[in-house]
């Protein structure tokens, strides 16, 4: 086999936009096909133009996918644990089972006022 012929032959570990990325594309919050070219044409995520195909080595891929990743927001914000820990100030503390019921008391007053 000459250089030439080993240097176009994709491997087998590497994923193409079409196949088996399609896998990927299917999963809930995946980017789309486009958003994959597009990264790929402003070199964020790093690939091999084969013919007509991008060839993507699959810790790359993974790693682009990991660099997207956006935190979980908290449900509470800052200003609603002030607004907590200034309410929790004055009250004795709080056992297991009142802490339920005052969490299940908030939730229908939210209910109520929504």
Known sequence: MSAATA???PTSASLTVDHPITHYLSLPGSPCKELIYRALRAGELVGVMVGHTWRI?????????????????????DDLRAWAR???AGLPPLTPATARALGA???EVQRDVA
């Open 86 to 88: 200034e309410q929790a």
């Open 105 to 107: 008391a908030l939730l």
């Open 57 to 77: 080595a699959p810790d790359d891929f993974a790693d682009w996918m990991d660099s997207r990743r956006v935190p979980s927001r908290d449900p509470l914000t």
């Open 7 to 9: 240097q176009s032959t």
